[in-house]
């Protein structure tokens, strides 16, 4: 077989060593468009866990590679003349050019040709007579470009800029610094790579970049304004230029991956950025899938189409962490008023691939100040031993759940003409004495014809709030959960099928008219909503209003409004589903106007000491819908009439959108509301465990949080929860005797959990001889 491997980067040398040293007979020549030791940038980072991998795959290599490693296990943050140095993560760096040279030598030891300063022609017509062609060469692939219209990439310029530069400041842990200035927030990513030497990746965000005068300085000028700017941090070390220039970094994603016998792999096929160091080790990896599956194919054909099937959900998964984590630091200045060990802890977790329990079994003590930290803002907590965040209370007005956990709302339908039945008060009445703090209702609808389907549950009648009344007085007689009642109104989503029958499908027959914000259906065959005019929304107040008064007789502890998932309210607020030019359309301002009306009113019947709260969709996922600022602007407005909690969660408001799913995918969106609206948000949305909660409330980036399907699942999820932490918590008298078991199970649990962690642990590689080891050991 003869093949092409274009680009001599770690990718592309990497291939080409695994395929000649599996296949002696192949005929692979790398194409390098410049020197051998040629090199932009300064270090490379592996983690244990990679280096695992190419142990396995090229000992050789592996050995080389590892002699000339630096290696460290802890990070730092510096942040406002506070340290917090977190160990247990194993690291390792090396010089980018060290790492190209060993590959080039290993790969010419195999017999692999190499041409350098040879430029490859995009069109690959000198390339007919090759049965393979690997396409390594970066991010700005000549290769991808010429066939865009095939391999579709999709580029999205991040707005920080960012510049490499290197020092010869030795570092013993990945430091990061964080420096306040005049002109705004700079951040310094650094690791050491070799003796004497270390990367500085430095970023900030681009108003900063401008009022620092930044973009009217050349590259020495640059790094000598640097020098200043982390003064303190290098020691009286300088700052060293290698193509030093500020850049803007590219999100790119390609649709296809291969096209006839050519392939992308590394940068050219998509990118992950710099703050979770995958750049490397994804080329080498995607090098690593493709030699797999050409020892288990047959053909060239069946191998690339086995590449790209296997190979994407890896790589995505890589690249949505490394999104996430760009976005934390593209937001630094929203958290930088936190407590700074809050600030650690978020800046350690904000990828979402790190959790409170990773962080407990690997830095202990650092947990444990987190938890002393969340502790000091509960009032009465005890900040000596103190529980783990989920466990501590919140006081709301005059209402304080005794944990932070939430069964979120989650509709029914099994509803009779709206009035709950059996199902409801068994549903409610086990996840009230399942250990959750708060306990939220499915939406209930203001009138018959404000249900999304015939199954909907109601607060229109006397019958109704009969019902109600008995399951909220069961759940306050055995249980400390609180109740909060979600009232609602369907909208232009009203009068369709029950769930299970086709979720927001018309009904065939018995549908009832419905009102929106403007008229437009929600699918094609949809009915077409009425437009609201000033008399029905007149009206809708005073049902949202008369609702709010039987929730008062029911006895719920909370009430929450939702105008989120398009419905009524929702669409007000949705430029995709509000077309209005009266005075209800246009500006967010305006688009607030009926939503805000109805919670006034309802804030003004509803008990001063009760609390309130507000569902909102953050975004649409859709082009043109709500934006960030949007989100941000409802909440601010709803908090300053009287809201005491956000409720965030996101779409659900047109049928074109495209969310973006994954673990907690809906967090940074309450993160972003609570630290730029300052207001208590609750967050939902693939959560899934308690560890995930204390994830996210350690890291400030919600309140309270809430479950849905696990607690359909388990309805005394939060019982065994406190168990696996050894918190105890109110369980009925009924159930007393399961607490000593449950405990007891936690124990064994935990233990396996953490024998399990400790055989799974990436070894601790060895290492080369650089002067920071005596001071890392």
Known sequence: MRIAVIGGGPGGLYFAILMKAWQPACEITVFERNRPDDTFGFGVVFSDATLDIFERYDPESYRAITENFAYWDDIEVHFKGSVHRIGGNGFCGCSRQTLLLLLQER????????????????????????????????????????????????????????????????????????????????IAHTYQYAAGRSTWVIETDPETFVRAGLDRMDEEASARFLEGVFAEELAGHPLITNRSLWRQFPMIRSRRWVKDNVVLIGDAKGTAHFSIGAGTKLAMEDSIALFD?????????????????????????????????????????????????????????????????????????????????????????????????????????????????????????SAVDGLPGDWHMVHYGSRAIGGAGLVYTEMVCVAPEARITPGCAGLWSDAQEAAWTRIVDFAHANGKAKICLQLGHAGRKGATRLMWEGMDRPLAEGAWPIVSASPISYYPDSQVPAELDEAGMARI???????????????????????AHGYLLASFLSPLTNTRTDSHG???????????????????????????????????????????????????????????????????????????????????????????????????????????????????????????RPHLADPSFMLKAAAWYGVDIHQPPQYAPGKDQALRNAVRERADFEALKVAAKPKRHAKGSFGTQAAAE
């Open 107 to 186: 790969a010419r030891a195999l017999g692999v040709a190499m041409r350098f300063q040879s430029e490859v022609e995009p069109d690959l017509s000198a390339f007919d007579g090759y049965d393979l062609i690997v396409a390594a060469d970066g991010i700005n692939s000549r290769i991808r470009e010429a066939s865009r219209d095939h391999f579709r990439p999709e580029v999205d310029l991040r707005p920080n800029r960012f510049t490499w530069l290197g020092s010869t400041r030795e570092l013993d842990a990945f430091s990061f610094f964080f420096r306040e200035t005049e002109h705004g927030i700079f």
């Open 293 to 413: 599956a050409f020892r288990a194919k047959g053909t060239v054909r069946e191998a690339l189409a086995s590449y790209e099937t296997d190979r994407r959900e890896e790589v995505e998964r890589t690249q949505h962490a490394a999104d996430v984590s760009l976005v934390w630091f593209e937001h630094v200045d929203r958290f930088r008023d936190m407590d700074p060990r809050q600030f650690a802890f978020g800046l350690m977790t904000r990828s979402r691939a790190i959790t409170y329990e990773n962080l407990r079994l690997r830095a202990p003590d650092f947990v444990a100040e987190a938890d002393r930290m969340f502790a000091e803002t509960v009032p009465g907590a005890d900040v000596h031993r103190p529980r783990p965040p989920l466990f501590q209370p919140l006081a709301l007005r005059g209402m304080t759940v005794e944990n932070r956990a939430v069964v979120s709302p989650m509709c029914m339908y």
């Open 541 to 563: 107040v005073g049902q949202f209003v008369e609702a709010t008064g039987r929730a008062i007789r029911c006895g719920f502890d909370m009430l929450e409004l939702h105008c």
């Open 586 to 708: 246009g500006s967010i301002a305006n688009r607030l106007k009926f939503p805000l009306r109805v919670f006034e009113a309802m804030r003004a019947a509803w008990p001063a000491e009760r609390p309130m709260s507000v569902r909102i969709s953050a975004t649409d996922w859709a082009e043109g819908g709500i934006t960030e600022a949007d989100s941000i602007a409802i909440a601010r407005a709803f908090a300053e009439a009287g809201v005491d909690v956000v409720d965030v969660s996101t779409g659900q408001t047109t049928p074109q959108s495209r969310p973006v799913y994954g673990r907690m995918f809906q967090t940074p969106f309450s993160d972003a509301i609570r630290n730029e609206a300052d207001v208590k948000t609750l967050c939902v949305g693939n959560i899934t465990s308690a560890d995930q909660m204390n994830t996210i409330l350690a890291a400030g980036r919600a309140d309270l949080v809430a479950l849905g």
